[in-house]
């Protein structure tokens, strides 16, 4: 769930001379965002750094956590050995820094202890409160950094959104995905780079 900020409602009293009409953001880089986390200036609420603004993610429900285990288990599963799947491990991406909940890059957990570029695979984003922000600011923000698939896993209807083929669009200056598929209980996906399918009921709680 992203947090945003409102204009302060409108009221006969004109605002005190050089006051802003409107809160304003400030942007940071990707430098800067690690400084607040490491002097814990951006905890305990989830944070991540996306386009140069730091969103909040609100607080994760005990339902969205476990969800994340039961999707970390089942792809690890699918995947099998000579894959790491990523319990919501940063994805530096230029003046981002996303989350996802999952992620699937090669190798093992060994493989990725310093900071560095990722190939990742697949990312995974379970919606609870975050859906519409899930479907299409992750959705291109993603897309844009090459990641060849993304699945958001929707809680409250119970659909698991299937994107792939991230290609530019020239015409409007952004990256999207072009394939869209939903998905559900009954059915099984078989994510790009694994050898087998999984079942979306093993995803949901």
Known sequence: MSAVLAPPAATDTPPPKGALAAPRLKRWTLAEFDQLVAHDLAVPRRHQ????????????????????????????????????VRN??????????????????????????????????????????SLSYDLTTKAELYAAAGIPEYWVLDLEGRVLHVFRDPQPREALNVTTYQLHTEHRPGESVTPLNAPNAVAVADLLP
């Not at 609100?58 to 476990?66: L, N, V, Y």
């Open 49 to 84: 750094l996306i386009r140069g603004e730091i969103v909040d993610m609100g607080e994760q429900s005990f339902r969205h956590h476990s969800t994340v285990a039961l999707v970390v288990h089942a792809l690890a599963v699918v995947f099998g050995p000579g894959f790491f």
């Open 88 to 129: 919501a491990g940063p994805v530096p991406m230029g003046d981002s820094k996303p989350e996802p909940d999952a992620s699937i890059v090669r190798g093992t957990p060994r493989d990725h202890m310093t900071d560095g570029p990722l190939a990742v695979l697949l990312a995974v984003e379970v919606a609870h409160t």
